[in-house]
């Protein structure tokens, strides 16, 4: 049996934070207690007072975590149990500011129409060293290519040791390998329901970013961390499972944008007339925006696609139980709780709204394509976008994005200037 229990919520800047608690307390229905204005807290420690709905000038009241005994698993420090949870005000009421509970709305929303979402989640990551004077640079791999697998992607054998905790702790890994740009790296999660799915990603990121560092690599998921370099995505591969636990989104042993039914339609065309709002709070940093840019197979367009690496959907060509819609715009310094029920609740629109769907992209995604619509230019004209798309923000959680906007803005002021590894350095520790 663990000597204790590590039970972590992930925050407005998608951080993961919380206790540790004695082996008693694990099974306690009471949970545990922390400071509401946690969701005041900046990148720099700063306690921005004015925070919405934290409540700083309000006595820096309690909030309660709490956590289903059931979903307790192995932990990756010696005798330790971890568990992610649900967080509450003082008086028992869901925290309106609570990423897991916006998620948790946004799986309920698709309820009422007998379907539950599913989702697969690609991370992408790049990994870095320390120098002799204390700086940082990429990790030195002068082999690694693209797919590349063994020593020359990984001289320092990082990813393995991650594998190896990954399967004693649980994790459902599909993959790892190289990605494009050395030295970065892809890590595939297993399919599952959609909170679950969110709770093993941000468990299995804390992870691989622990034992990384025990082997000596800063290992980053923020999304454009190296200029010259390729970004670092987010993907959620997404499907619905019917009553019967058959996947809704299937016509027939095909898939691709021929074999579409009424709810991947609904789904795409949600996509597409929110997706200048949907960046704001899937692509939530100042790097979102260097990563988000045309020919950058990075979410940058509105547009939709088949086996289409220059979309921002892309419908998999496998059909039946494997049907799938890849949304491709997120980053991981958003959170992915926020992230995903933005997606859901946006896709939700689409279908309930019977959204027009433009046509798929024809174009090749650098010379060509067939919109003129992208994201923002920077996270400032992001939270515009976000503050003018008033659907999803409600669809989301008013509250949660009205305080994610002021927050955000603030973010914009504190990096003004900053930029390169000055700008990687403000946030790299964190993400």
């Known amino acids: 049996m663990a000597d204790r229990l590590r039970v972590m919520f992930c925050d407005h800047l998608s951080l993961m934070r919380g206790k540790y608690l004695p082996a008693s307390k694990m099974t306690s229905p009471d949970g545990t207690r922390l400071a509401r204005p946690t969701f005041s807290v900046h990148w720099d ?48 009421a869901p925290l309106v500011l609570c990423p897991r509970g916006a998620l ?13 979402p599913k989702v697969g989640i690609e991370l992408e990551a790049f990994a ?24 020359f992607a990984d001289p320092m054998g990082f990813t393995d040791a991650i594998w190896r905790q990954a399967e004693a702790s649980g994790f459902r890994l599909e993959l790892i390998t190289a990605e494009y740009d050395t030295p970065q790296f892809e890590f595939t999660l297993a399919y599952d329901d959609a909170v679950k799915a969110v709770d093993e990603m941000v468990l299995f990121r804390q992870m691989a970013r622990e034992v990384a560092l025990a082997h000596g690599v ?35 042993p095909k898939g691709g944008p021929d074999h579409l039914n009424d ?33 950058s197979m990075s979410g940058y367009w509105c547009n939709w696609g088949g086996d289409h690496r ?78 003018a798309d008033r659907a999803l923000g ?12 002021f927050m955000k803005r603030i973010e914009v002021t504190k990096t003004e200037g900053l930029e390169g590894t000055t700008l990687r350095d403000y946030y790299i520790w964190y993400v």
């Open 394 to 405: 409600q669809a989301v959680g008013r509250d949660l994005v009205d305080h994610h906007v």
């Open 218 to 252: 800063i290992l980053t998921f923020l999304p454009k961390p190296i200029l010259e370099k390729g970004g670092s995505g987010l993907h959620f591969n997404l499907s619905f499972a019917d009553k019967d636990g058959k996947n809704a989104l299937a016509t027939g």
């Open 45 to 92: 420690k700063d306690l921005i007072l004015d925070a919405p709905h934290t409540k700083c000038r309000e006595g820096i009241p309690d909030m309660v975590l709490k956590w289903n005994p059931d979903e307790i698993r192995e932990g990756w420090e010696p005798d330790t149990k971890v568990v992610t949870g649900d967080l509450f005000d003082s008086d028992g």
């Open 263 to 295: 709810i991947g339609r609904g789904a795409i065309a949600g996509w597409m007339k929110h997706h200048k709002g949907l960046a704001g709070l899937v692509a939530p940093t100042v790097g979102s925006y260097l990563r988000l840019q045309p020919a």
């Open 104 to 116: 948790k709305r946004a799986v309920a929303d698709w309820g009422r129409h007998g379907l539950s």
């Open 310 to 387: 220059g979309v921002t959907v892309r419908i998999s060509e496998e059909g039946g139980p494997k049907t799938r819609l890849e949304h491709r715009m997120p980053d991981a310094s958003s959170n992915p709780y926020t992230a995903l029920a933005a997606v859901l609740q946006a896709a939700r629109l689409g279908f309930e709204g019977k959204y027009d769907l433009p046509a798929p992209e024809a174009g090749d995604g650098f010379d060509r394509v067939d919109t003129g619509v992208g994201v923002a230019g920077s996270l400032a004209e992001a939270m515009d976008d976000l503050e």
């Open 128 to 151: 870095f060293t320390r120098t002799a004077d204390g700086g940082l640079e990429p990790m030195h791999a002068p082999g690694g290519i693209v797919y590349g697998t063994g020593p």
